[in-house]
């Protein structure tokens, strides 16, 4: 079985500053990875996924994260962030060939203050 | 791209009635879909999977009978909440898998039982 864990809860910061949002998971096989953002009342919005390749990957409104496969993580990154980008974000994992059945990490919420 | 269609996305009703969640995909034929629950400041929490032509698959500890699902065509999956009380309120979300790598998410209800 595949497990996420999101080791912040909130990360506040400040307009234009950079941002990392940290995913640490744990699988025997091979794994799917995913980014989804949330925004209040909505549902779920793909940011990025990593199946294979590359391990830098690119995904909508700016963000990027890079799987390691040593470390067990996949952290999303933002350079500059915007009041916009205000939002809760899931990490989440399925087993590598098949992105079916998802397990989400307990979320982070992101406040982009001015 | 493909999209998930969730209706309603938000109904309020009275203790004991039933109420039923609709999820369809818009343009990609679905043979599974899933249903979450989301507790405020909380993650995702699978409740059972929907198989079309066959019965769903539900996760331990919920109620088959308090939650009803019905995948009547390969693109509609619904979810009905049987003599809802207040504690089944909540925000509820279905997602269908894409191509087996990635998973759309419908834009989820809220409901609130009164």
């Known amino acids: 079985a595949q497990s996420v864990t999101q080791l912040d809860s909130q990360v506040p910061v400040f307009e234009e500053a950079p941002v990392e949002l940290r995913c640490n998971y744990s699988?025997?096989?091979?794994?799917?990875l995913f980014w989804y953002v949330q925004y209040p009342n909505q549902g779920l919005q793909l940011l990025l996924k990593?199946?294979?390749?590359?391990?830098l990957v690119k995904g909508i409104n700016g963000f990027e994260a890079e799987f390691n496969k040593s470390q067990t993580s996949f952290h999303l990154r933002k350079p500059s962030v915007h009041i916009s980008d205000t939002a809760e974000y899931f990490c989440?994992?399925?087993?590598?060939?098949?992105?079916?059945?998802?397990?989400f990490g307990s979320g982070t919420q992101l406040t982009v203050l001015p | 791209g493909a999209v998930v269609s969730q209706h309603p996305s938000r109904v309020i009703c009275k203790s004991g009635t039933s109420v039923k969640i609709e999820c369809r995909s818009l343009?990609?034929?679905?043979?599974?879909m899933f249903w979450y629950r989301q507790f405020p400041k909380q993650s995702l929490m699978l409740m059972a999977t929907?198989?079309?032509?066959?019965?769903?698959?539900?996760e331990q500890g919920v109620e088959k009978d308090k939650f009803l699902i019905n995948h009547a065509s390969l693109t509609l999956s619904t979810l009905t909440v049987t003599s809802a009380h207040p504690e089944d309120s909540s925000f509820y979300i279905c997602?269908?898998?894409?191509?087996?790598?990635?998973?759309?998410f419908g834009q989820g209800t809220r409901l609130t039982v009164v």
């Open positions: 990593y199946l294979s390749g590359s391990t």
């Open positions: 343009d990609f034929q679905a043979t599974t």
């Open positions: 929907s198989n079309e032509g066959s019965k769903a698959t539900y």
């Open positions: 989440a994992v399925t087993k590598g060939g098949s992105a079916r059945q998802l397990t």
């Open positions: 699988s025997s096989v091979s794994v799917y």
């Open positions: 997602s269908a898998p894409y191509m087996n790598t990635e998973a759309f």
